[in-house]
């Protein structure tokens, strides 16, 4: 009887241990079945520019994919939104490995320009078209150059203040800076080439901060290595010489004495350099009426099909083109439309 009751506990015993090693076995595997696995990884090999992409706000960033074990956050969604929003191009960010997993969703890798963020982040279900945390992002508009007036695109320009500055306008870039990924300057200092003239042959705007650059070309060399991007702001123009007998008239920007929408030149025979333009009367500088008509009438003949107009001339502006000397220039602030 004893040795029956022991046979039958024994038994029991062995029957619970089965069920519970079972138990733990189906556990685990229940378990192991939560997480996705990578099914392919690999380095994307689009041309880079199309692999510039910028966060949309709704997926989190990850040391791997997130639904993989042991994936980390390394920003979270808030973070991710504030990139997207930044102002600065140093927030762009660029894709660079993609992968998929079991479940047939597709993750990728992305750095931020800055190398602040780098991780791997959900987008979507499709390789060829980015989705779900991210989306494609041009860091870089391109323009025509018929958004510079007539005059800046006829202009010749020299860099404002050559140096060694790494601000975007006293060096030039290979590209727009921070506009694509490692992509630097074309030259570290600009003062060898002081004394060198540019034209602008193309223009845009960095998508993030919305400042404008343009591409300039060395006007006697073709292959300057200072050939590159700068922005607008860093540049001056360069005058032509005028002539001994004229006085050039620069119609500029009522905002902005610097932008040079058009200009005049208007000649004397017989004058000579040095000498004021104008008279004065009683202490006032002016000029005859005839002068007047004259000038406002080849004022009105340079602004007509642009922007902006100036229908008279004011008493100050009468009296800066009066001491204007022969063989020099002068701005006059002309109105926008």
């Known amino acids: ?103 047939g969703s597709v993750y990728y890798k992305v750095v931020t320009y800055d190398g602040a963020y780098r991780g791997w982040i959900y987008g979507g ?72 003239t540019f034209k602008i042959d193309q223009v845009g705007t960095r998508t993030r901060e919305g400042d404008q650059w343009v591409h300039i070309t060395d006007t006697t060399n073709a292959n300057s290595p200072a050939n590159g991007w700068i922005l607008y702001s860093g540049l001056k123009q360069t005058e032509a010489p005028v002539a001994d007998n004229a006085i050039q008239i620069n119609l500029v920007d009522p905002k902005d004495n610097s932008k040079v929408i ?11 350099k040095g000498t004021n333009f104008g008279y004065s009367d009683n202490g006032n500088w002016t000029i005859s009426m005839s002068d007047r008509a004259s000038i406002l009438n080849q004022i009105r003949d340079a602004l007509n099909g642009t922007s902006y107009t100036l229908d008279m001339l004011t008493t100050a502006q009468i009296a800066q083109i009066a001491q204007t000397n022969f063989g020099s220039s002068v701005n006059i602030s002309v109105n926008a439309v």
């Open 125 to 196: 279900k499709v390789q060829s078209v980015f989705g779900g945390g991210i989306t494609a992002f041009d860091t870089f508009k391109n323009q025509n150059l018929s958004s510079l007036t007539d005059a800046q695109q006829k202009a010749t320009y020299k860099i404002a203040s050559p140096g060694t500055a790494n601000d975007g306008k006293t060096v030039t870039y290979k590209q727009p800076a921070w506009t694509q990924y490692k992509v630097g300057r074309a030259i570290t200092d600009s003062s060898p080439y002081a004394n060198s």
């Open 1 to 103: 009887m004893t040795s029956n009751l022991k046979k039958s506990l024994f038994v029991s015993l062995v029957a619970l241990g089965f069920v519970a090693a079972a138990g733990t076995a189906t556990a685990q595997s229940a378990n192991a079945k939560s997480y996705a696995r990578v099914t392919s990884n690999h380095k994307m090999t689009s041309t880079p520019t199309s692999r510039n992409v910028n966060f949309t706000g709704s997926n989190a960033l990850y040391t791997k994919a997130g639904t993989l074990r042991g994936a980390k956050k390394v920003a979270s969604t808030t973070t991710v939104k504030k990139i997207a929003n930044s102002k600065s191009s140093q927030n762009n960010v660029r894709a660079y490995r993609v992968a998929t997993t079991n479940r």
């Open 262 to 272: 058009k200009s005049i030149t208007v000649t004397r025979d017989g004058a000579k």
